[in-house]
């Protein structure tokens, strides 16, 4: 499970910062620095701080099980060039702790391959994503919070956010 939500977390972070495929069926939209649907809420930390404005943000209109794909649609602007990009992650189910770990984003697009939206160093400007990422189980049934905060080669925040979502 949990590497399902890093993925899921990773690839909202790191991932948005390159170019992807058309929208699909939106779940939400992001118009300021909090999204909610009936299983999944998005909050942005520190806006003012972050070099990454995620403008718009949809999600398959399903809820997820195990098993099952979660379609991740991101538009976003960069606000300046990234060579190197650490990832804080910290997941919680039920308000437990289970994963705590920094990510070494350039590391993990590599690790990718063929399959990597864009490696580093990563370009200054809009940027789209398409991600399908597979829930795969066993799963938990609960409550998840995965707090989310990147910096890049400066120290300077990337991106911060807060992501709820129930399975």
Sequence with gaps: MSSSILVC????VISCLCIASPYQRPLVDLDGSIVESDWFSYSVCDKELNILDVTDLRLSSERPSAGSDLEIDVKAI?????TSINVDVAV????IRFLQKTYDGCQELRDLGDSAPENCPIAAGDKDLHVTTEISGP????RY????????QLSRQVWCADLKFSL
């Design 145 to 152: 919070s995965v707090y989310v905060k990147a910096f890049d």
């Design 78 to 82: 960069l606000g300046s060039n990234i």
């Design 139 to 142: 799963v938990l049934p609960g």
């Design 92 to 95: 919680y189910w039920n308000h």
């Design 9 to 12: 977390s990773l690839f909202l």
